[in-house]
């Protein structure tokens, strides 16, 4: 996995269902979907996301949202941000921010490549900027009654929602973060019985997705998704088969050149921090002509995080990401820009994409921890400043 420290945050949560004054709203992140059932006996890669909403208003939430709604957001704001780079010729490759534990790395130990960082926030925090800015209005309460859960397979996200980057106003985004093992802790101290749960719909407008938004539990997924918008956007054709299949699989490095009309793009798809660190020590050194390097910290992806049931099946990994694959082709639509909700929400909200709302409520910058890393070890370790 790509981070350990866990937080647990359960008691906030039970605390803000029980406060009357609060509205408490979640979002589901795509990979929690196909695991959670495991804590109930079931097998890796059942699909329980109508079981989850029903325990979910049971335990007192009152809207049940998507993290794929916002999954679908960063597609089309980083897919743009990467053909304008593409067409100016501007710092190639664009890798991923959807990672936090990728984002840290990079922060502390290449901070030279951070101009090639997506702007884009995660998923977790887009969702969480567009929920505190657009749910006090529709729902007729104060912004500070507003209390935004995410449920998610990673423990590094609950160190992203408290970044200061992601708080306005000194109210963070995202006010709560659960693992998927907490979430299941949660039911079961209510006493709920899991499997006999009569499935229930998301809410709307926040909890209708794409396929795209959901296979971005699994590495390669976000490159996947970034591929069926930018296909449209280059050749203005819409696609007959929504599947990049040549950019998925198990390999730690996955190197591919696919063209998209008369544009050919070179692809790096990597998971585990260790492949992370070889792929960004060969672009320092000039050695890498990508165009966009995908990075997720975790092998496998975010179905493999370290919030993540606990399995010791040898075939949990595969069985997770068929159940993504499979719920993204269960769905109706399976290219991000074709999420109605999302076209909606550009129009009312965000200025367009990449518009100047956009860019407030969808993007961050970085910076270097180096200086913060080197120091550290130089005070306590003059050598392990070295060994890094
Ligand atoms: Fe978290 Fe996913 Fe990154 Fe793992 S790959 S650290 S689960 S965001």
């Known amino acids: 996995t790509g981070a350990i420290t866990p937080r647990p945050q359960i008691d906030r949560v039970w605390q803000a269902l029980s406060d009357e004054r609060k509205t408490v709203v979640v979002q589901i992140a795509p990979a929690v979907r196909v695991a959670l059932g495991e804590m109930f006996g079931l097998e890796a890669g059942v699909v329980t996301t109508g079981k989850m909403v029903a325990a979910l208003k049971m335990l007192g939430f009152d809207k049940v949202f998507d993290t794929s709604f916002a999954a679908d957001l960063t597609v089309l704001e980083e897919t743009t941000e990467f053909l304008g780079r593409k067409t100016r010729g501007e710092r190639l490759p664009q890798f991923t921010s959807c990672c936090p534990a990728w984002v840290k790395y990079a922060e502390q130990f290449c901070p030279e490549l951070l101009p090639h960082l997506s702007s884009c926030r995660s998923p977790q925090q887009m969702f969480g900027s ?17 209390f ?14 408290q970044r200061p980057e992601f708080q306005a106003g000194g109210h963070p985004d995202v006010d709560a973060v659960l693992t998927t093992q907490e979430f299941g802790k949660m039911i079961k101290q209510a006493g709920i019985q899991f499997n006999q749960l009569t499935p229930e719909s998301l809410d709307l407008p926040l909890g209708f997705k794409t396929g795209a938004g959901v296979i971005f539990g699994v ?3 976000v490159s996947e998704a970034v591929l069926r918008f930018a296909y449209e956007k280059l050749t203005g054709v819409k696609l007959d088969s929504a599947d990049f299949a040549e950019v998925r699989g198990p390999q730690g490095v996955r190197i591919r050149q696919i063209k998209l009309g008369d544009v050919e793009l070179k692809l790096a798809i990597v998971h585990g921090l260790r492949n992370a660190r070889a792929v960004a020590e060969d672009v320092r050194a000039g ?25 010791f099946e040898q075939d949990t990994t595969q069985r997770r990401t068929q159940g993504l694959y499979d719920a993204d082709k269960t769905l109706q639509l399976h290219a991000s820009q074709e999420n109605p909700y999302l076209a909606q929400c550009y129009s009312s909200t965000l200025d367009g994409i990449g518009g100047r709302r956009a860019h407030e409520l969808l993007h961050t910058g970085y910076s270097s921890r180096k200086r913060v890393m080197d120091e550290g070890f130089s005070v306590l370790d003059p050598s392990g400043a070295k060994a890094l």
Do not use: H
């Open 130 to 146: 567009l929920a505190k800015a657009t749910l006090p209005e529709t729902l007729g309460i104060e912004r500070e009654d507003l």
């Open 148 to 161: 935004v859960v995410s449920i998610m397979p990673c423990t590094a996200k609950k160190f992203e929602a």
């Open 287 to 311: 050695k890498a002509d990508y165009d966009f390097v995908e990075v997720m910290a975790c092998p496998g992806g975010c179905i493999a995080g370290a919030g993540q049931p606990v399995s």
């Open 219 to 221: 590495t390669g997924g």
